[in-house]
T-cell receptor
Framework: EAAVTQSPRNKVTVTGGNVTLSCRQT?????MYWYRQDTGHGLRLIHY???????QIGDVPDGYKATRTTQEDFFLLLELASPSQTSLYFC????????????FGHGTKLSVL | GEQVEQLPSILRVQEGSSASINCTYE??????FPWYKQEPGENPKLIID?????ERKQTQGLIVLLDKKAKRFSLHITDTQPGDSAMYFC???????????FGTGTKLQVVP
């Protein structure tokens, strides 16, 4: 089973704070994704990448930046956090493209006070 | 025109009966339809998927049906057990270079 590791597992910050969420996958998957999960909305894609240095926007990118520094590492950046960004964030990966199963990390619970 | 609608949002069934969850999609180019199960406090995990070249797929008590003309697909869980209680998400992927869009989820409760 593909391993996707997220850190931190929990994070609390204040409005206007700077937050970086980290994700690492060790299976040489090409695609990596950042989703947020909110009750009533399911999972919504923020950003995704199909390789080191590549970045694509998803459906809810406003207020988020992302960077794929290596094949393994994908970061989500909130430079001016707002309470509306309080959510459960999942990183996921897929081997070749989006027409394959996603492997999810265990999530980061972010609270913006 | 990319949304995935999922119903019902909550489903309560008697142990041993069947449960059905329905999803519709808008993008006619969608060709991959996975289903994920998420247990409380856990991450979503794939349980079954179907591609657009199939109309039906079955594995271990799960059946997925795909009606491309109606842009509708569904998950059927036969002989439900308490361990089937969880959130279920459908998703659709329009083509290989993009990403999976998810439905809003169904909370399944299997009661004795």
């Amino acid at each position: 089973e593909a391993a996707v590791t997220q850190s931190p597992r929990n994070k609390v910050t204040v409005t206007g704070g700077n937050v970086t969420l980290s994700c690492r996958q060790t299976n040489s998957h090409n695609y990596m994704y950042w989703y947020r999960q909110d009750t009533g909305h399911g999972l919504r894609l923020i950003h995704y990448s199909y390789g080191a240095g590549n970045l694509q926007i998803g459906d809810v990118p406003d207020g988020y930046k992302a960077t794929r520094t290596t094949q393994e590492d994908f970061f989500l950046l909130l430079e001016l956090a707002s309470p509306s960004q309080t959510s459960l964030y999942f990183c996921a990966s897929s081997e070749r493209d989006s027409n394959e199963r996603l492997f999810f990390g265990h999530g980061t619970k972010l609270s913006v006070l | 025109g990319e949304q995935v609608e999922q119903l019902p949002s909550i489903l309560r069934v008697q142990e041993g009966s069947s449960a059905s969850i329905n999803c519709t999609y808008e993008n006619s180019a969608s060709n991959y339809f996975p289903w994920y199960k998420q247990e409380p406090g856990e991450n979503p995990k794939l349980i079954i998927d179907i591609r657009s070249n199939m109309e039906r797929k079955q594995t271990q008590g799960l059946i997925v049906l795909l009606d491309k003309k109606a842009k509708r697909f569904s998950l059927h869980i036969t002989d439900t057990q308490p361990g089937d209680s969880a959130m279920y998400f459908c998703a659709a992927s329009p083509n290989s270079g993009t990403y999976q869009r998810f439905g809003t989820g169904t909370k399944l409760q299997v009661v004795p």
